[in-house]
C-alpha cells in the first residue's frame, strides 16, 4: 500500500471525515496536551465501537463509574460505528503491516474504519508515525 502522509495537526480540513483512536479521545477526556486539536476534529468524528468499548474501559480503569464514562462520550456526539466484515477483512490484513510496531487491535480497528471510510485517522500514538498502510494519520501532539 502506499504510504499516507502523516502530519502534526494544526488545521482542521473541513472536507475531511476524521476517525479518532482511542488514545486521542482518552486525551480530549483527560485535558493532556493535544486535546485542543482532538477537540477541533469532532464534528462529524467517528469512532469504531471496539475504540469506544477501549475508551469506556479505560475511564472506568480511573475510576469513573461506567454510566458516567458513557454519559461523558455521549456528550462529545461522535459516531460510534459498527464493526462490520470490511472492517473486520482489512484490519485482519493490516495485523501484518503492523505487527512489528506494537499496534493493537484497536489501533487496527481504528485504522480500518479509516481505510474503509476513506478518512484520515487522528491519534496521539507517535508509534504509528511509522505506519505505511495507504490512511493519511494526523498526531494531535
Given at each position: ?5 502523516k502530519r502534526h495537526v494544526t488545521d482542521v480540513d ?59 462520550l455521549a456528550e462529545l456526539d461522535i459516531d460510534v ?21 506494537g499496534l493493537s487491535l484497536g489501533d487496527r480497528s ?32
Amino acid at each position: 500500500m502506499s504510504d499516507g502522509p502523516k502530519r502534526h495537526v494544526t488545521d482542521v480540513d473541513a472536507k475531511a471525515v476524521y476517525v479518532l483512536d482511542a488514545s486521542a479521545l482518552l486525551c480530549l477526556l483527560f485535558g493532556e496536551p493535544g486535546a485542543d486539536q482532538v477537540e477541533i476534529r469532532l464534528t462529524g468524528a467517528l469512532v469504531s465501537v471496539v475504540n469506544y468499548h477501549e475508551v469506556l474501559a479505560k475511564l472506568t480503569d480511573h475510576g469513573v463509574d461506567a454510566a458516567e464514562a458513557q454519559m461523558m462520550l455521549a456528550e462529545l456526539d461522535i459516531d460510534v460505528v459498527p464493526a462490520d466484515r470490511d472492517q473486520a477483512d482489512v484490519g485482519g490484513k493490516l495485523r501484518s503491516e503492523t505487527r512489528d510496531i506494537g499496534l493493537s487491535l484497536g489501533d487496527r480497528s481504528c485504522l480500518a474504519l479509516a481505510l474503509c471510510r476513506n478518512a484520515t485517522a487522528v491519534t496521539v500514538d507517535r508509534a504509528w508515525e511509522a505506519l505505511d498502510v495507504g490512511v493519511v494519520v494526523e498526531l494531535a501532539r
